[in-house]
């Protein structure tokens, strides 16, 4: 929130681990941001951190146009750790020497670290360490020392206690450096001297004050998906303004088995929250009649239930602010921080999603929390687990599952296989073991036998996978007497589906959902 000081902030240089750092910071209870490599000084010094991570990142210093901090960054009097390519650029700009190593270092590596410097303290050595790198510090700036090396680099970690810089050439954010997250407890409680404040219970009480001050006597409009964010946010929001806030429940027909009635129990019943529900099922399948392709299918949807939503916001008159369940994963991807081109997979459905022509000011209270502590935030509220335990639903629903066309019978049998799927993972205790867990209708079908008859229908892919941020994802290791149960009931309880597949892909090369 605006009124948080101190934090710990994340300069990101295009790392794939940068997010991981902030949550790891996190996770010891202070507070982190992430920027962009090339945020000014200025900002830096409006943000007071009380210490700067500098990210990894893809490049070489010694690349044209590589990315570069301000340096005056150094000037500023706060702690910094360099992390693989920051601590290249920590040598770099402040007068060292970095070159190409003769052998590239890259996963497993042994770190002995060496003289009394804090940021190792309690740290076994020698200490197994994740290297990801082609160049190394080969010469150390004026007032650092080595604080740590491996077989390959005598530099593996430096350090200039005087101003409180560090460098470490490998990973502590992975789970492959096992004793990461005590390398930065040193460095953020011990060396930062952050204290463990930043907790749900916290901030749901400044959110609520600063929403409290923010909205005043005026109303608030929410898109309620249902979902474990837009939920958390409705909860939130209502707590600070009560009746000021008015929800929007869009039955887009793309749901999960019982999930409309859930909804509605949970917040109209429960949380007396005033909630506006809009059958528009036939609305949505109409708009996706014979349309295949994936990325059509999202801007059909994301189309239509703006038309919806502008329909049902023009009906309750005027309002001043539109909430949505924004969290920070989202706002990082969505500016791009590292200042670089980046592909797009898939387009969004939340960010900037809504257009600006319904003429509210945004509210969104979550745009700083990762998903976990989102659900952490729901549980603080009151929310039922049903709710804020539940694994992550795309935005535009079952129709990213519903592999090619959509029509209203391959989703009911869709929803009937996933209720099925999930009925059984809650039955053996592993709902809460899983990230996500979910079934795709594919658009094959199928020769099989059923009866002592011979059936042409069609397949279904179970998938579950476990992750702690999306970026990358493993599938579950099933018992397989479990997949057994499933498929069983699957084709002896669902209609047209005479096949169930297991999907052991990996995120990357593959996606978490099918499209």
Known sequence: MQGIRDPIVVLDFGAQYSKLIAR???????????????????????????????????????????????PEIFALGVPVLGICYGAQLLAHCLGGRVARADKREYGIAHLAHEGDTPLFEAVNSPTPVWMSHGDRIEALPTGFAAAGHTENSPYAAVADPARHFYGVQFHPEVVHTPEGMRLFQNFVHTICGCDASWNMESFSE?????????????????????????????ALIHRAVGDQLTCVFVNNGLLRKGEPD?????????FHVNLVYVDAEKRFLDALAGVSDPERKRKIIGAVFIDVFEEEAHKLGHLDFLAQGTLYPDVIESVSPSGGPSATIKSHHNVGGLPEKMNMALLEPLRELFKDEVRALGRELGLPDEIVGRHPFPGPGLGVR?????????????????????????????????WQALVCLLPVKSVGVQGDERSYEEVCSLRAVNSTDAMTADWYRFPPELLQRVSNRICNEV?????????????????????
């Open 495 to 515: 209609a047209h589906i005479n096949r169930v597949l297991y999907d052991i892909t990996s995120k990357p090369p593959g996606t978490i959902e099918w499209e």
């Open 402 to 434: 519903c592999v090619g066309e959509i029509t209203r019978e391959r989703l009911d049998t869709l929803r009937d296989a996933d209720a099925i799927f999930i009925e059984e993972i809650r039955a053996a205790g592993l709902y809460d073991d899983i």
């Open 206 to 234: 400044d959110a609520i004050e600063e929403i409290k001050t923010r909205v005043g006597s005026r109303k608030v409009l929410c898109a309620l998906s249902g979902g474990v964010d837009s939920s958390v946010a409705a």
């Open 262 to 270: 859930l909804v509605q129990r949970v917040f109209s019943d429960n």
């Open 24 to 70: 790891r910071v996190r996770e010891l209870n202070a507070y982190s941001v992430i920027t962009p490599y090339n945020i000014t000084v200025q900002e830096l010094r409006e943000m007071a951190p009380a210490g700067i991570i500098l990210s990894g990142g893809p490049s070489s210093v010694h690349q044209p146009g590589a990315p570069q901090p301000d």
